[in-house]
């Protein structure tokens, strides 16, 4: 057998065409819940079904303030480690004077739920036949809802957004959401479990279609001593558009030896 020069295997490997190099397509199945030929993949003919769905266009803001008088802002119930953990997370704040430990870069954006709840950057919601997609404007962020009918992966790898399945009641969208990683929490400070779903309502206000109404329901058996459920509120920006945030470009904050980052 003649063996190659590295020349001549170098002027073969150019003369072989990129395909041949990379392999074929990947050719996933249809999702559970999907026909053949249906679904988010297959979305020509089904644009016009758009039309009788509720108009969310334009960008939406989070309505913030102060809580009404004589009320507090409702707080998750936790129990047994995630009480704990929740307890020492308030003690080394109290001792580093409001500064708190991450594990993470601290431009990581924050996952889900609470990308859905941040008062400071808009969001964005756009139909195609058989899915919803969020736009975020903090960290660039993008949250996919499938309404194709398919049901949630059997089990998905844990991710910022979570595996979100969704359906239309109506004019209101009805979202449950599994997968969320548990190395996020539900709200600063406030952990759970990989057990953890969210159930999202979100529907325009009756009485005034430039509010767009989130309800939100969490339950985690490891975490959660009941469900914690809350509603975020969302003003219209009709007009208005996201610009880009790219947190990257001035991620300077210093890691200790424990991985930990710090603030500057």
Not at 46 to 75: R, S
Not at 76 to 98: I, N
Not at 133 to 146: C, G, K, L, P
Not at 248 to 264: L, Q
């Amino acid at each position: 057998m003649r063996l190659l020069t590295g020349a001549a295997c170098a002027a073969l490997c150019l003369a072989t065409p990129a395909a041949a190099q990379l392999g074929a397509a990947t050719q996933s199945p249809a999702p559970e819940g999907v026909t053949e030929g249906q679904g988010a993949a297959n979305p020509k003919g089904h644009y016009a079904e758009l039309d009788a769905l509720p108009d969310w266009g334009g960008i939406w803001f989070v309505m913030g303030g102060p809580p009404a008088p004589g009320t507090t802002p409702a707080e998750p119930k936790l129990k047994g480690e995630y009480l704990a953990r929740r307890e020492q997370w308030v003690a080394d704040a109290r001792s580093r004077d409001g500064v708190v430990r991450r594990n993470r870069s601290n431009c990581s954006p924050p996952g889900m739920p609470r990308i859905m709840r941040l008062a400071q950057y808009p969001y964005e919601f756009i139909f195609a036949p058989g899915r919803v997609t969020v736009n975020q404007e903090a960290w660039m962020q993008t949250r996919t809802i499938w309404t194709d009918g398919r049901a949630h992966e059997e089990d998905p790898d844990p991710s910022f957004m979570g595996d979100s399945v969704g359906r239309w009641d109506g004019d209101t969208l009805v979202v449950e959401t599994r997968g969320i990683s548990p190395d996020l929490e539900i709200d600063t400070g406030w952990p759970h479990s990989d057990q953890f779903v969210l159930t999202e309502r979100l529907h325009l206000d009756p009485s005034n279609p430039d509010i767009l109404v989130n309800e939100m329901r969490m339950v985690d058996p490891e975490a959660l001593v009941e469900p914690f459920e809350v509603t975020t509120r969302y003003r219209r920006d009709r007009y208005g558009k996201l610009y880009e945030f790219q947190c990257s470009e001035n991620d300077r904050n210093p890691v200790n030896e424990e991985g930990e980052t710090e603030y500057n």
